[in-house]
């Protein structure tokens, strides 16, 4: 079982920046950001294999990048240019699978999922 825990989440003015981190407990292929806003689905932003292939929701492309640190234990959100619909709780999610053609945006495919961390751009 994979523990996951997000930290980095806050308060900043629209067009400022902030950065998420999640902490693994163990290695898994497929990592991803998903967030909700209050009365809203949960929706993906970014996700990240271990092959370092990428993808991004429409909403946040050219601002937000996603990384993991080569341990693979660390998964990494830079948010830029923030905007007051990025307002939401962020949630960690990972799945031990890679898939065939890019690490989906659909949270059925992720199994291990943290707590979250709220992001509030006012």
């Known amino acids: 079982h994979v523990q996951l825990v997000e930290s980095g989440g806050g308060s900043v003015q629209a067009g400022g920046s902030l950065r998420l981190s999640c902490l693994s407990s163990?290695?898994?292929?497929?990592m991803a950001w998903f967030r909700q806003a209050p009365g809203k689905e949960r929706e993906g932003v970014a996700s990240?294999?271990?092959?370092?292939?990428?993808t991004y929701a429409d909403s946040v492309k050219g601002r937000f990048t996603i990384s993991k640190d080569n341990a693979e234990k660390i998964l990494n959100l830079q948010m830029n240019s923030l905007k007051h619909e990025d307002t939401a709780m962020y949630y960690c999610?990972?799945?031990?699978?890679?898939?065939?053609?890019?690490?989906?945006?659909?949270?059925?495919?992720?199994?291990?999922w943290g707590r979250g961390t709220q992001v509030t751009v006012s």
């Open positions: 999610a990972a799945v031990d699978r890679r898939y065939t053609r890019y690490p989906p945006l659909i949270k059925d495919k992720y199994t291990y």
């Open positions: 163990g290695y898994t292929y497929t």
């Open positions: 990240i294999d271990s092959e370092r292939r990428t």
